[in-house]
Each structure stands twice: as C-alpha cells, then as structure tokens.
Nanobody, 125 residues
C-alpha cells in the first residue's frame, strides 16, 4: 500500500476554482493508478476522475467533464485535481485513492486499497 494525503480544499464561491493535491509516500507511487472520489454525508462515495500510472490516460465522470482535470507528477509523488467552474453541487469531501493497475479504467471504490483522509470543499452560491 501507499500512504496518501489530500490538501487544497476550502471555501470558494460559485464559478471559482480550486486545485486539490494528493501527496503519496511509502511505496513507488508511479506503480499505482490513482483516482479522485467525493462524498456528501449520507451518500455513497462518488467517482470523479481516473489517471493511469504514467498520466497518459484519464477518465472523468460526466458531471465534471470540461470542468475538472486530473494530473500527476510522479517525480513529486503527487496527483492533482484542478477544479474549475465550481458550483454548490460540488460541495463534498474529496478523497484520492491509489490501486493496482488492472489494465483498464477503474471507477469503483472496491478497486482501491489506499485512501487518503479527505479534504473538504465547500462552494457557496
């Protein structure tokens, strides 16, 4: 497993931007695919974005396409989530996760065994 720590959350106005970071330590981060999920209290954790080990392949949930971008810098053991044109429905706790590369895009919570503690994002109207 790899240890993950998210940062960059906060309060932002609608139409604003935030950049979340997910810093990894413990194992070779470049060996893992990485994703971002989010969760609102009382609801299931929701897939947002996927990035392959080398960053060459990405995949997004429909509701963030064109607004969010997932990036990674393996030299810094960090994955980012650039969030633009935020709206109040994006308010949630955001989590990054890392997992084994099964050679396909992975979007299920069960596919990942390393999770960060989350960072809170609040978007005001």
């Amino acid at each position: 497993q790899v240890q993950l720590e998210e940062s960059g959350g906060g309060l932002v106005q609608a139409e604003g931007s935030l950049r979340l970071s997910c810093a990894a330590s413990g194992r070779t981060f470049s060996s893992y695919v990485t994703v971002w999920f989010r969760q609102v209290p009382g609801k299931e954790r929701e897939f947002i974005a996927f990035i392959s080990k080398d960053g060459g392949r990405t995949w997004y949930a429909n509701f963030v396409k064109g607004r969010f971008t997932i990036l990674r810098d393996n030299a810094k053991n960090t994955v980012y989530l650039q969030m633009n044109r935020l709206n109040p429905e994006d308010t949630a706790d955001y989590y990054c996760a890392a997992g084994f590369d099964f050679g396909r895009i992975q979007t299920r919570v069960s596919g990942f065994d390393s999770w960060g503690q989350g960072t809170q994002v609040t978007v005001s109207s």
